[in-house]
């Protein structure tokens, strides 16, 4: 073999091996790059919730937005109530422990749906008018029969603003009626004294959501099982409503909301 032929052979089989080896090579390196997850596939991607809680469903749910005024007035057609103030009020019932105003259970200032409406006059702008369920009333009631309470609400001549009132019902473990100084009803893990045992609700957690306006009458329905702060009872003793700016308002129609 002539050395000229040799070395051709010997640069062919280099060649060879060169290229070889690049087409081994390269797709190596593109199969190990598919094994690799895409960067937005991580575990903090993969897991979001596949449910939405659902709330459960209350008698309240019964109570719909009349389309006129906004405010909900079906509720008390659908469901039974116990009549604390209508004309008069109810037997059983008193309103000696209010404070700091004066009441009238006959006024015709603002009658709304019947002859009277009852006309609570502060002094200085703040005062509480306070129903009580008293000693060998006709009708208890206990919590778990109880849905809420509720009322129609005026200024009168004047305006409400919607933070202007606020309302309370309390209860007893005890008695099934008001007592002064019942010590029944404790909250777990209360580590303060001067707050309201019972919360206090301001109009505009009640879906009172602008200022009350003159010569109008709205419904106003407090929910208990929406009072989340407040502590476990058994017995519906009473209620008040209170202020802290303003001259009067007037109410008509106040009932307990209650199951059937």
Request: aromatic share 12%; net charge neutral.
């Amino acid at each position: 073999m002539s050395y000229a032929w040799h070395h051709t052979l010997v640069w062919l089989a280099l060649v060879g091996m060169v290229a070889g080896c690049g087409s081994q090579t390269f797709p190596q390196s593109v199969a190990s790059s598919t094994t690799e997850p895409p960067p937005t596939v991580a575990a903090m991607f993969s897991a979001w919730p596949t449910n939405t809680p659902v709330l459960e469903t209350s008698a309240r749910a019964t109570a719909v937005l009349d389309t006129a005024s906004g405010q909900p007035t079906s509720a008390r057609t659908n469901l039974p109530e116990v009549v604390i103030y209508a004309d008069a009020l109810s037997t059983g019932w008193a309103l000696d422990q209010s404070s700091k105003l004066t009441y009238d259970l006959q006024s015709r200032d603002v009658v709304d749906q019947g002859r009277y409406v009852l006309k609570a006059t502060t002094k200085d702008g703040v005062g509480t008018l306070y129903f009580t369920l008293q000693q060998g009333a006709h009708t208890t009631f206990r919590r778990n029969k109880v849905l809420g309470l509720r009322f129609r609400l005026s200024g009168g001549n004047s305006a409400i603003p919607n933070d202007a009132i606020l309302v309370t019902v309390v209860g007893s473990n005890r008695q099934p009626y008001w007592v002064p100084n019942d010590t029944s009803v404790k909250l777990d893990g209360r580590v303060t004294t001067d707050e309201p045992l019972f919360s206090e609700t301001r109009l505009y957690f009640l879906n009172i959501n602008h200022t009350i306006q003159p010569k109008t009458w709205v419904d106003v329905f407090l929910w208990l099982d929406d009072r989340q702060y407040d502590p476990n009872y058994t017995y519906v003793t009473g209620f008040y409503l209170k202020t802290d700016h303003l001259d009067r308002f007037y109410l008509d129609n106040i009932a307990l909301i209650t199951t059937r």
